[in-house]
């Protein structure tokens, strides 16, 4: 079992940047991969990037490449997404969340499958 817990999330203005942070615990997320997902008032739940705990490889959904950085600390088992230049169209619920990982995936995979997620983070951006 893997529970997952977001926090970082609040107000900022458009502009600003913020780092979300999952914290993971119950087990070693060495075999694993991590997605971050959101969910905007109204819209479906949405990929928006994802690392693989081993080899750090990362794969983002396109609408956040070069505004979104996904990253983790092994040694903290913790995982964390960073978010510049925020938009309002940015404000939703963040969720992490974490699947066990094959290295043969294909990049695919990082956009479903997941069995364990967190509680979510709001994030509201005000222009």
């Known amino acids: 079992q893997v529970q997952l817990v977001e926090s970082g999330g609040g107000l900022v203005q458009a502009g600003g940047s913020l780092r979300l942070s999952c914290a993971a615990s119950?087990?070693?997320?060495?075999?694993?991969?991590m997605g971050w997902f959101r969910q905007a008032p109204g819209k479906e739940r949405a990929f928006v990037a994802a690392?693989?705990?081993?080899?750090?490889?990362?794969h983002y959904a396109d609408s956040v490449k070069g505004r979104f950085t996904i990253s983790r600390d092994s040694a903290k088992n913790t995982g964390y997404l960073e978010i510049k230049s925020l938009k309002p169209e940015d404000t939703a619920v963040y969720y992490c969340?974490?699947?066990?990982?094959?290295?043969?995936?294909?990049?695919?995979?990082?956009?479903?499958?997941?069995?364990?997620w967190g509680q979510g983070t709001q994030v509201t951006v005000s222009s």
């Open positions: 690392i693989t705990w081993s080899s750090s490889s990362t």
């Open positions: 119950g087990r070693i997320l060495s075999s694993y991969a």
């Open positions: 969340a974490a699947k066990l990982w094959n290295p043969l995936y294909s990049s695919s995979a990082y956009y479903g499958g997941y069995g364990y």
